[in-house]
C-alpha cells in the first residue's frame, strides 16, 4: 500500500458548517483511501506574516498565503521519517510546495494537486466583470497574467498529477500543461425530503459575496423583475447577512431567511417549488451546492456552467443558456403543479444514476500503480 501525505489548511478540514470546500476536501480523503493509499493528514494554517498579511490586504499577494519554505521542511521530516512516497496538495493554492519536495526527493516521491479549481479561474471573471479604476485595474490584470504563469510553470515542472472536479477544469489544466490531468466526478448520496412544494416558492442558497453566485442570481431576479411573474416569492439563504437584506430591499419579491442550521435548511427546501441555480460563467471548481439539491430530489432550474463537474445515467434538469431563458422556465414550471412534480422525477433519476466513489476509484486506481 502506498502511503500518502495529505496536505490541507485546518478549516478544510474540520469545520462546524461545512462549505464547499470542506466537502470536496473530505471526498478527495475518500477516494484517496479507495484507490488503497494509507492516508496521513498534515493541516497548516495561513501564515502570520505581517508583511504578506498587507499584500493579501492590498490584494497584491500570488499564492503567497502559506509559508511554503517552513512547512515544506516540516513535509520533507514527515516523507523521511514514514516512507512516504506520495504527497496530495489539497488546493491548487499549495504548488509553491512542490519544488521543494522535488529538489529534494526528486521522482522517488510523486505529487498529486488535488484542484478545487485554480486562482485563475475565478479571477479572470474578476479582472473583466469589476472595473473600480486604472490602478486596480492594471494591478489585477498583472496578478492574472502571474497566476496562469504561476499555474503552468509548477505543472509542467513540478507536479506529476492533477485531479480536477470538473471536466472544463481539466481541460484547461491539459492547456496550462498538467501531466496526468484526471477529471473527478461529484458524487450524489440520494436522500429524498418529504417535499411539501408551495408552487409561488422559489428557493436560492449560496455564498452572497461569490461573485459568480451574487452576479447570476442578480441577472436573474433584474430578469424576473421585468416579466409578470404573480405572486412568485424568491428565498435566499446564505449570507452575508448584508448582501441578503440588499436584495430584500431591492426586490419586492425576495425573501431573504439568513443562515440555517442543517434541520432547519432542510425544513425551509422542502417548501421550494423550485431549487435554483443561476450560474452563468464557467467559474473555477464545480457548483457543489447543485449536488444538494439533487441529493434531496428537487426540482431545479439550472446552467450548463452550474451543471460542469456532475455525471449521471437518467433523468435532466432544468437547464437554461441565459437568466431571460431561466426567468421563464420558472414562471412556466410554477403554474403547473405536474411539471413541478415531473422535474422532481428526473432529479430523482439523476441522483439515482450518478457515478459512485467506488466507480471513480475503480476508474483512476491504475494511475498511481
Known sequence: MNKLLFLADSIHLKSEIPGGVQICTHEF???????????ELFPVNHTRKIFTRMKIKLGIELYTRYD???????????IKKNNINYLALNQVDFIKIAPFIKKEFKEKVKIIVLSHGNESGDFLHHVVRRQINWFTNIRDIVRLGFAIYNESKHFIEDIDFVLSISETEKQINNWLGA?????????IKPDFI???PI????????????KPNIDGLKMLLNELKIKNIGNLEVRIVGGPKEEGLKLEKEYSFVKYVGHLIDS?????VSSWAIFLNPIFWYS???????AQGIAWGLPIATTEAGNRGYVWKKGSLLVASNPNEMAQQIIDATSDKMK??????????????NISLIEIAENIKKYFN
Open 29 to 39: 480523503i475518500d477516494l484517496l483511501k479507495l484507490c488503497n493509499f494509507d492516508v
Open 68 to 78: 511554503f519554505d517552513k512547512i515544506a521542511q516540516k513535509i520533507i521530516f514527515e
Open 179 to 187: 501531466k496526468n490531468s484526471i477529471f473527478i466526478p461529484r458524487t
Open 194 to 196: 418529504e417535499w411539501k
Open 199 to 210: 408552487l409561488s416558492r422559489v428557493g436560492f442558497v449560496g455564498t452572497l459575496n461569490h
Open 264 to 268: 432547519d435548511f432542510k425544513k425551509e
Open 284 to 290: 473555477r471548481g464545480a457548483s457543489t451546492k447543485l
Open 340 to 353: 413541478i412534480e415531473n422535474l422532481a422525477y428526473e432529479t430523482q433519476q439523476a441522483a439515482n444514476s
